[in-house]
């Protein structure tokens, strides 16, 4: 009887070793399985801005690309920013035309030579277009340089690594080149550098000249912009203008100024006129601010129809366009920003009541004038409201598409400019709010306490009687 017993449990004991040794070797073949696979598999993107995460956009992209990408990044993988290295593993993932390859140049500094670029860069290459690109690594994440002066400490603001590896492939897989220039002479402002930043991510050349001084348009000039002139333009340069957009030319102005002569005459000549005073749309206003717009949007525009349905743009202290009945036929106008049926262009009146004429209508705030191809096919757009790419709207309103219409206002003057874009993402410390604090405070402090006090004397009491 012993020995039977002893004959069950040693079967027993056995099978429990056989299948304790199965176990393990399970397990460790399953841990060498998943260590073959990638980070982009294996990990998951719970940060607040989706750092790791690629864009829709991106991913449209990378889905399209038929040419072979390297990128090489001169630098050992364990020295660069885990966030970027991260990045790129989840982006070469998302494509197999898309390869990443780390290079030390201090083992291998013939790397330098042969990428032309310098330690601590990013290259990127397509060897059927033979186009590269080079990136510095520091620039993907953005500091507060004011902080860092004011207290010697680094203050990260934002993630670009998307945005510029996006923008460089598409540099190099696309044989598309354009080149804009921005007018000077007139008091013109600068572009906001978020917009320069959008510019040069779609691979556009930004430029500027004096029509004056240069003699005219600079060959192999594919857009000229003019952004919030103070001074009139000359005869001559007017006269320039409209020989350019005759020969197919394109020009964009951003001018909230009516009193300029010859701005007038351009705009006439294309079949636009500003309307006197500045607009006000109580119906569509922000905070209760009139003047400060959320345009109606002309969704059947090319400029348009790309964005996401629901979108939306401010803008502040806007002028307003009227269409001439008397422009050639040649000409087709077409508005894309617009208020509704119950604004109001307001001048001021030292003799009127109130101290100001108001006007009740529709009116535009911007709009593209294009001639027929017959006739060159050039082409004036007009921004009323130059507020559009006003850098504390740019910076301040993420939810706003004022930037996307702007840029997208650039690249529908040509046939074949990429509208990739990617904004940066914000590393800014984000806080959990709670909305309504006085009511959530009042259930979690007194209601919740007492629902569980109420119900555990119920409970106490029911035991008792048992």
């Known amino acids: 009887m012993n020995s039977k017993k002893r004959s069950v449990s040693s079967r027993h004991g056995t099978y429990a070793v056989g299948l304790s040794v199965l176990v393990v070797a399970i397990v460790v073949v399953l841990n060498l399985v998943v260590a073959q696979l990638p980070a982009s598999v294996l990990e998951f993107d719970i940060s607040d801005t989706r750092l790791y995460s690629l864009t829709d956009t991106s991913k449209t992209f990378l889905a399209g690309l038929t040419e072979d990408v390297k990128i090489v990044v001169l630098a050992p993988e364990e020295n660069v920013d885990g966030r970027i290295s991260r990045f790129l593993s989840n982006y070469a993932a998302e494509s197999p035309h898309v390869t990443v390859e780390y290079i030390d140049p201090v083992l291998y500094p013939s790397a330098r030579e042969t990428y032309g670029a310098e330690e601590n860069q990013v290259v990127v ?5 033979g186009k590269k690109s080079v990136l510095p690594l520091f620039d993907m994440i953005s500091i507060d340089l004011n902080y860092y002066y004011q207290y010697g400490q680094i203050y990260e603001t934002a993630f670009d690594a998307e945005g510029q590896i996006t923008s460089a492939v598409d540099l190099v897989v696309n044989d598309a080149h354009h080149t804009l220039y921005t007018l000077t002479g007139h008091g ?4 906001p550098d978020v917009v320069k930043d959008a510019v040069a991510k779609q691979n556009l050349n930004l430029e500027s000249v004096s029509l004056l001084m240069n003699n005219g348009i600079p060959d192999g000039c594919d857009l000229i912009i003019s952004y919030l002139p103070t001074v009139d333009f000359d005869a001559q340069e007017r006269t320039m203008l409209e020989e350019y957009i005759a020969a197919g030319g394109k020009v964009l102005l951003l001018c909230d ?3 300029l002569e010859n701005v007038n005459a351009l705009l006439a000549g294309y079949g636009l006129q500003y309307v006197d005073g500045y607009i006000a749309d109580p119906e569509r206003c922000y905070q209760g601010q009139p003047y400060n717009i959320f345009p109606m949007m002309a969704t059947g525009h090319a400029i348009i129809e790309p964005l996401p349905q629901n979108s939306q743009v401010l803008v502040s202290g806007s002028r307003g366009l009227k269409t001439l009945d008397s422009k050639r036929d040649s000409l087709t ?7 509704s049926t119950n604004a109001y262009a307001v001048v001021e009146n030292s003799d009127s009541e109130s101290g100001f004429d108001m006007t009740e209508d529709r009116y535009l705030l911007a709009a593209t004038s294009t001639e027929s191809d017959e006739e060159g096919g050039g082409r004036l757009t007009v921004i009323a409201c130059p507020t559009l790419i006003d850098e504390y ?5 993420s939810n706003l598409v004022n930037l996307n219409v702007f840029m997208n206002a650039i690249t529908d003057n040509f046939d074949d400019a990429s509208t990739i874009s990617i904004p940066a993402k914000s590393l800014e410390t984000t806080y959990n709010t709670i909305s309504s604090a006085s009511m959530w405070s009042i259930v979690f402090i007194a209601v919740i306490p007492l629902v569980c006090l109420i119900g555990g004397l119920v409970f106490w009491l029911k035991r008792r009687k048992l």
């Open 333 to 339: 106008v077409q508005y894309f920003l617009y208020t």
């Open 393 to 397: 709207l740019l910076t301040n309103f």
């Open 257 to 259: 100024r009516t009193d």
């Open 188 to 191: 013109e402002s600068e572009l």
């Open 125 to 129: 290459t397509c060897e059927t277009t």
